[in-house]
Every structure is written in structure tokens, then in C-alpha cells.
């Protein structure tokens, strides 16, 4: 295991080392392995710092605006005003439990940062400020207190046990539900501040499997370690931690338990995504959308969180509000592709244009102008928007930057796939045969291109090729089926008990 503590929290991966156990404790303890001898203490640090920025949507820093802390545990509160550059400092003289909240005339803050500082942290949290609509009045202008800031938020839900996938319905079609699995392995790359690296439909069971070639009895024997010293010093790293081995080792009943017990020591950003993401890889939707909104209302400036969000809201079967918050997240940060790639993949499913997509998928074509995935996207879009309207000038720009996104990438068959779709659309059949030809070229694994190019073929009154085609289909169909089902069953589903119904259901529907 190779471990590194950055800012006090862990970022691990896993290799067959005997280090490995050693690494850990080190981390977890700030000490040494029994059988050594422990460096001398170092001094108390009492001073705590909480600072950040306050900004608006778009990422604009809001000057002069009234920042409120309160705290729970240390009996310490203060308000300052942010500097010109949106930015505030608070010191503290004890640890413990805080929140902090923005305010300004003609603006209201997302929601409360609760957070735990410890002795001599610095902890940064950025605010977000949005507008007021007509008619909505500012508590600051109001005269009110800042909204209550709760830190022991009772979650609606309790996770029982397990059940396998196909005990439960599915919402929505079968390539929403692909669709949903996927944003939903996705999300698991934004864990450690990564980004999404290839929203194309990937049907691999969960990221965190042991079957990758790590060593099964050096997890299990960090595991026994890390549980050791939490007998001894109960820390929400060491939750955190403890969760990604079960969940590496197949217990995701226990690594969600984990995850948990983290967020409620501390309700970090961080701990609130993990939680959220390991809830919505085995398909608790609904207490997924729980945590992931919790989380946001405490961390507002977190892109990560809202795309979370939008990936469990599209599971659970509300495409429009996942649509609106994944355009919130590229709000946030409009250079951050995640938000984008998360959008574009509900976009290619969904029947019609969604809400903001288009807008949002144009930004990020015209940002990343060099990105495949953003002129593929934006190019589904606009097909989206004008297929069977009439609307040539809208579909021969859809038709140029999937032509852009072949040519960035020689490699990307959904480009071409999605090519010979739009041209046969609008009767250009040899273009279209062309295009799918080249699609199995780059990407064999794919069975539509076979089944469009049989479509295509048949058009043009070629039946023997058409048949031949629609053959090849069914069989590459019924192998995708079947190892799809597979990995759907090495990936068990949490069984769910909500506080205001009477017994326990598995996850929700989809």
C-alpha cells in the first residue's frame, strides 16, 4: 500500500509491500509501529484558522459580504466581512465543531459548512452567494438570525443487508439503467479530487474490487490493524479508511456503515462524497440523493458533490433535476470537464433535449475545443434539439463536431456510431454504412453499429448483407447481456429501511 497524507487526509493505493500495514498506522497515529520507539512529542498547538473565499456562481469573488461562525462544542462565535477579494480569516482559540455562513443584501448562501477543525488546523471553506429571485427576502436584510445550523442531521434511512440486483425492478429503459451504472462508477473517480476519465458506457464491476491483483490477505491484514487502533483512538480517518478496505474486500454492508460513522465524527466534504458515492454504487438511490444533498447544503462550493447528486437524482429517476444540477456544477468551476461529461452521458440517453444541457454543453465545446468528448456532446445535443424538425442548418452543425470529435480522436467509435446515425436521419445511407463500418473498426466490442449498419444496408436494398448484419447483432447482444447480468450480481444492492415506512425494501426501483 502506498500512502500519503495530504492536508490530514489519506490518499491510498494499494501494492503487495510488507510496508504496507506500517504505512498505515503511521498515518492513522502520527506515531510509530509497536516494537518502535516513539519520537519525542511535539508541542500543543492551539491556535485553530478558518479561512476561504466567498464567491458567486460563476466564480466571481462577492466583497463586503457578512460571514457568520458559530460553534458547537467550543464556545466561540464571530462575523467578519470579506476582504475586496472576497476572502476571510477567522482565529480560533479551541477545536472543536463549527459552521459558517455567508450574507449579503440581495444574495443568500446555498447552505451551511459545518466542518470539525482540530488543534493547530487550518481549515478552508469556501461560500457560495447566489442571487435573490423577485419576491425572496434576505434574512440580513430581514433582521434574522442565520438559518440553524445543525450538525446531528438524523439521516431518513437505515442500510439492513444486502440483495442481489435482480430481486429489484429497474427504472427507465435499459440504456437509462446502463447509463445510471455508469455515472455511477464514475462518480467513484471523483473520490480522491480526480475527474472522469471516460463517461463512454463501461460495464466492469465496481472500481473498488480486490480482483485487480492486489493482495487479498494484506488487505484483510491492514484491516485487522487499522480496527486495533481505533480500539485505542476512534478518529474519522481511520472510519474512512477502515470503509475502503471492506468495500475492497466485498463488504459493502460494513464499508457503508464505515463511511458513515466518518461523516458523523466529521462532516467533511470529503466524508460526505464517500458516503454518498458508496450508497449510489450499490444502488440506494434515494439515500444517496439523502447524502449527496445534505452535502451540499454544507459544502456549496463542491462541483464533486452536485455531480454526485445529479448521478443519484438521474438513478433514482428525475432526469430533469439531475440535468439542472449538473449545470450547477459546472458552474462552479466551468473548467472542470466532470460536470460536463456527467451531463453529456444523461443527454445521450434521454429522449429529448434536457434542461440547460444544451447551453452548458456549448461552453464546454467552446472551452475545451480540443476535447472530443466536448464536441461529440454538444454535437448529441443539438441532434437532440432538431432530429425531425426540419432544422438543416442545426443538424449540419451537429454533423461538423462529430466530425471535429472523429477527428481529434481517430479511435472514438461512439463519434462515428453516433455519425452514421445522424446521417442516415437524413438519407445519406453510404455516408452512414461508411461510418458504422468504421465504428467496428475502432470499437469491436460494440453490437449497435451492427445493428444500425443492418438498418442501413436495408435501405439501400442489400437484404442478404442487412440479415447478415442483424445475425451478428443478436449473438454479440445476447454475450453482452449475459456478462453484464455477471458483473450486476458481483455488485450486491444495500437493502434499505426508510424511517416513515413500516418494514425493509431493497433499493429503490429503477
Known amino acids: 500500500m502506498k500512502l500519503r497524507l495530504v492536508n490530514r487526509e489519506f490518499v491510498v493505493s494499494f501494492f503487495p509491500t510488507h510496508f504496507a500495514i506500517t504505512a498505515v498506522l503511521l498515518a492513522l497515529t502520527g506515531g510509530l509501529v509497536t516494537g518502535q520507539s516513539a519520537a519525542p512529542p511535539l508541542p500543543p498547538q492551539d491556535n485553530v484558522t478558518v479561512e476561504g473565499v466567498v464567491r458567486n456562481p460563476v466564480g466571481e469573488t462577492v466583497g463586503d459580504a457578512l460571514v457568520r461562525l458559530e460553534g458547537k462544542d467550543a464556545a466561540h462565535s464571530a462575523e467578519l466581512r470579506t476582504k475586496a477579494d472576497g476572502s476571510f480569516r477567522f482565529s480560533l482559540s479551541e477545536p472543536g465543531k463549527y459552521a459558517v455562513k455567508a450574507e449579503k443584501p440581495g444574495m443568500r448562501d446555498r447552505g451551511v459548512n459545518a466542518f470539525a477543525v482540530s488543534a493547530g488546523e487550518k481549515k478552508h471553506v469556501d461560500l457560495i452567494l447566489e442571487p435573490l429571485e423577485a419576491g425572496q427576502v434576505n434574512s440580513a436584510n430581514s433582521g434574522s438570525r442565520v438559518a440553524t445550523m445543525e450538525f446531528d442531521d438524523k439521516p431518513n434511512f437505515t442500510v439492513a443487508g444486502l440483495t442481489d440486483w435482480n430481486n429489484m425492478g429497474m427504472h427507465g429503459s435499459d440504456a437509462t439503467v446502463r447509463t445510471s451504472e455508469a455515472l455511477a462508477k464514475e462518480t467513484l473517480t471523483l473520490k480522491n479530487g480526480g ?262 444496408y436495408r435501405r439501400v436494398r442489400e437484404e442478404a448483407k442487412a440479415e447478415q448484419e442483424f445475425r451478428v447483432y443478436e449473438e454479440m447482444e445476447k454475450a453482452e447481456t449475459a456478462a453484464l447480468e455477471n458483473q450486476r450480481r458481483e455488485l450486491r444492492q444495500f437493502m434499505i429501511i426508510l424511517k416513515d415506512q413500516p418494514g425493509p425494501r431493497t433499493a429503490s426501483p429503477r
Open 195 to 456: 475527474t472522469a476519465k471516460n463517461p463512454e458506457l463501461d460495464s466492469k464491476p465496481g472500481t473498488n474490487s480486490p480482483k485487480s491483483g492486489e493482495s487479498e490477505e494484506l488487505l484483510r491484514a491492514t484491516r485487522e490493524e487499522v480496527r486495533k487502533m481505533l480500539a485505542t483512538k476512534d478518529t474519522a480517518d481511520a472510519h474512512r479508511l477502515l470503509g475502503e478496505l471492506d468495500e475492497r474486500l466485498g463488504d459493502p454492508l460494513e464499508a457503508v456503515r464505515e463511511y458513515e460513522r466518518a461523516a458523523r465524527m466529521d462532516p467533511s466534504e470529503r466524508n460526505y462524497f464517500e458516503w454518498g458515492a458508496e450508497l449510489l454504487l450499490h444502488k440506494a438511490d434515494q439515500p444517496a440523493v439523502e447524502v449527496f444533498t445534505k452535502g451540499s447544503r454544507m459544502h456549496p462550493g463542491s462541483a464533486r458533490m452536485l455531480a454526485g447528486l445529479g448521478a443519484a437524482l438521474y438513478a433514482s429517476g428525475s432526469y430533469e433535476d439531475a440535468a439542472h444540477r449538473l449545470c450547477e456544477a459546472s458552474d462552479l468551476n466551468p473548467k472542470d470537464s466532470a460536470p460536463y461529461l456527467f451531463l453529456g452521458e444523461m443527454q445521450k440517453s434521454a429522449t429529448a433535449l434536457l434542461p440547460c444541457s444544451e447551453e452548458k454543453l456549448a461552453r464546454f465545446a467552446r472551452e475545451q475545443p480540443g476535447n472530443a468528448w466536448a464536441n461529440y456532446y454538444y454535437g448529441i445535443a443539438l441532434w437532440k434539439r432538431d432530429r425531425g424538425s426540419g432544422n438543416s442548418a442545426g443538424l449540419q452543425q451537429a454533423e461538423t463536431l462529430l466530425e471535429k470529435a472523429a477527428a481529434i480522436d481517430p479511435k472514438f467509435g461512439e463519434a462515428y456510431l453516433q455519425l452514421g446515425i445522424l446521417r442516415s436521419g437524413r438519407g445519406k445511407f453510404e455516408q452512414a454504412i461508411e461510418d458504422y463500418k468504421r465504428t467496428m473498426e475502432v470499437s469491436p466490442q460494440l453490437s449497435e453499429p451492427h445493428y444500425r449498419l443492418g438498418l442501413a
